[in-house]
C-alpha cells in the first residue's frame, strides 16, 4: 500500500516547456487535490477532482491543467513553463473512512529556469 | 486576502516544555480545522482536527482549542520532543465544502531543543 505516489520527485525546465506531474494513489479515494507551496505562502489549491471525469479549479489554476480518467491518476500539466511556477507541488487526496483528512504525496520540486 | 493567519514564522522551545502555535481565521463560514506537521523534503501529515461545534479536542500529547468568538485556534503540544520540529500548517474548511479545499496558513517552524 504506496498511498500517494508523486514523480518526478525533482524537475528543471526551461521557459515554455511543458510537462506533466504525475500523481497516482492506491487508496481508492473518489477525491484529489494539487497544492503548490511557495516560500512563505503556505500551500494553495490549484486544481482538483471529486470523481472521475469530473475536475474544478481552485485559488490559482492559471497557467495549469488536469484530467481525471481514473480513480488512481490525476496528473497536473503545464501548458508553457514559467518562472512564476518554480515551486513544490503536492498532490493530495481524501475520501472513503478518511474523509476528515488529507493524505499528502512526498512533493515534486520544479524548477522554471 | 489571506483568511488563515499563522503570524508567528517560527517559534522555539525546549524539550519537555509546552509548546503552543497559534492560528487565527476571518472567515466565519469556516466549519472545521485541521493541523498538519511537515518535515523537510516530504509532505504535510495530518495531525489533529477540531469541529466548529467544539472548543477542544485532544490527541495524547496533542490538543487543538477552538475559540470562535475571537476566530482563534491553538495547538498545544506538551511534553515536546526534538521530533516534534517541523513546519506546522493550520488549515481551514469552509462550510458545506470538503476537504478537498482547505486553505492554508503560512505555517510556523517549530525548533524544540534538546
Known amino acids: 500500500n504506496a498511498g500517494v505516489t508523486q514523480t518526478p520527485k525533482f524537475q528543471v525546465l526551461k521557459t515554455g516547456q511543458s510537462m506533466t506531474l504525475q500523481c497516482a494513489q492506491d487508496m481508492n479515494h473518489e477525491y484529489m487535490s494539487w497544492y503548490r507551496q511557495d516560500p512563505g505562502m503556505g500551500l494553495r489549491l490549484i486544481h482538483y477532482?471529486?470523481?472521475?471525469?469530473?475536475?474544478d479549479q481552485g485559488e490559482v489554476p492559471n497557467g495549469y491543467n488536469v484530467s481525471r480518467s481514473t480513480t488512481e491518476d490525476f496528473p497536473l500539466r503545464l501548458l508553457s513553463a514559467a518562472p512564476s511556477q518554480t515551486s513544490v507541488y503536492f498532490c493530495a487526496t481524501t475520501g472513503g473512512l478518511s474523509y476528515n483528512e488529507q493524505f499528502f504525496g512526498p512533493g515534486t520540486r520544479l524548477t522554471v529556469l | 486576502d489571506q483568511q488563515v493567519k499563522q503570524n508567528s514564522p517560527s517559534l522555539s522551545v525546549q524539550e519537555g516544555r509546552i509548546s503552543i502555535l497559534n492560528c487565527d481565521y476571518t472567515?466565519?463560514?469556516?466549519?472545521?480545522f485541521l493541523w498538519y506537521k511537515k518535515y523537510p523534503a516530504e509532505g504535510p501529515t495530518f495531525l489533529i482536527s477540531?469541529?466548529?461545534?467544539?472548543d477542544k479536542n485532544e490527541d495524547g500529547r496533542f490538543t487543538v482549542f477552538l475559540n470562535k468568538s475571537a476566530k482563534h485556534l491553538s495547538l498545544h503540544i506538551v511534553p515536546s520532543q526534538p521530533g516534534d520540529s517541523a513546519v506546522y500548517f493550520c488549515a481551514a474548511r469552509h462550510s458545506g465544502g470538503s476537504n478537498y479545499k482547505l486553505t492554508f496558513g503560512k505555517g510556523t517552524l517549530l525548533t524544540v531543543n534538546p
Open positions: 477540531i469541529s466548529s461545534i467544539k
Open positions: 472567515n466565519s463560514m469556516f466549519d472545521y
Open positions: 477532482s471529486v470523481g472521475a471525469g469530473i475536475t
